[in-house]
């Protein structure tokens, strides 16, 4: 499959639909919800306003299998359920610079998110009932500064809920690919650079 990046961004020609989307890890010790809007409403590889599916070459991403889901509002769309602080009900790995905390769950070993900046405890409503949940601070968030920073691993997305299909990604371009590893390359669609995966 052969897929470059046009010059200007493009609009999907479908509909996009921002919904809520449960996600956990194999036990079920980590649960979410994540509100993502799909398809992205224009296909690009590095513009931030859009919903972005990416894939990263880097050494951590590659080995744990990343598949990066960057949503257009991280405070607002996505909720931790439980535990009810990723710091203390979750394992925490850092690496290089240790400011991106790769959490995952100490009884199955799945990794559901990344995080970097600060979080809050917050009631929300789901589903008509009020919830307490964890989220990214709202206050002072912005995943521009480079500071803030959540990203989604798509694949503990609950298979079969409606408009959640992630072999359309592929089939239709969505997916970027960075080239965090060596650093050379900008962010593009259609092709992983050496040492990612499609």
């Given at each position: 499959?052969?897929?470059?990046?046009p010059?200007?961004?493009?609009?999907?020609?479908?509909t996009?639909?921002?919904?809520?989307?449960?996600?956990?890890?194999?036990?079920?010790?980590t649960?979410?919800?994540?509100?993502?809007?799909l398809?992205?409403?224009?296909?690009?590889?590095?513009?931030?306003?859009?919903?972005?599916?990416?894939?990263?070459?880097?050494?951590?991403?590659?080995?744990m299998?990343?598949?990066?889901?960057?949503?257009?509002?991280?405070?607002?769309?996505?909720?931790?359920?439980?535990?009810?602080?990723?710091?203390?009900?979750?394992?925490?790995?850092t690496?290089?610079?240790?400011?991106?905390?790769?959490?995952?769950?100490?009884?199955?070993?799945?990794?559901?998110?990344?995080?970097?900046g600060?979080?809050?405890?917050?009631?929300?409503?789901?589903?008509?009932?009020?919830?307490?949940?964890?989220?990214a601070?709202?206050?002072?968030?912005?995943?521009?500064?480079?500071?803030?920073?959540?990203?989604?691993?798509?694949?503990?997305?609950?298979?079969?809920q409606?408009?959640?299909?992630?072999?359309?990604?592929?089939?239709?371009?969505?997916?970027?690919?960075?080239?965090?590893?060596?650093?050379?390359?900008?962010?593009?669609?259609?092709?992983?650079?050496?040492g990612?995966?499609?």
């Amino acid at each position: 499959m052969t897929y470059t990046e046009p010059q200007e961004p493009v609009s999907t020609s479908t509909t996009a639909n921002r919904r809520a989307y449960k996600g956990s890890c194999h036990c079920g010790k980590t649960r979410y919800i994540s509100y993502i809007t799909l398809p992205p409403p224009f296909i690009s590889a590095s513009d931030r306003s859009t919903t972005r599916i990416r894939k990263c070459n880097c050494s951590t991403c590659h080995k744990m299998n990343f598949v990066h889901i960057r949503l257009l509002n991280e405070p607002e769309d996505f909720m931790l359920l439980t535990p009810s602080n990723p710091f203390e009900g979750l394992v925490n790995y850092t690496c290089f610079e240790a400011r991106i905390h790769w959490f995952f769950c100490g009884t199955c070993g799945v990794r559901c998110f990344s995080f970097a900046g600060e979080g809050e405890v917050r009631d929300v409503e789901i589903e008509g009932k009020k919830q307490t949940v964890w989220t990214a601070k709202r206050e002072g968030w912005t995943s521009r500064s480079g500071f803030d920073y959540l990203s989604v691993n798509a694949t503990t997305i609950e298979p079969g809920q409606e408009g959640f299909d992630m072999r359309e990604w592929t089939e239709k371009g969505w997916i970027a690919y960075l080239d965090v590893k060596d650093e050379v390359g900008e962010p593009r669609l259609g092709k992983p650079y050496e040492g990612g995966m499609y």
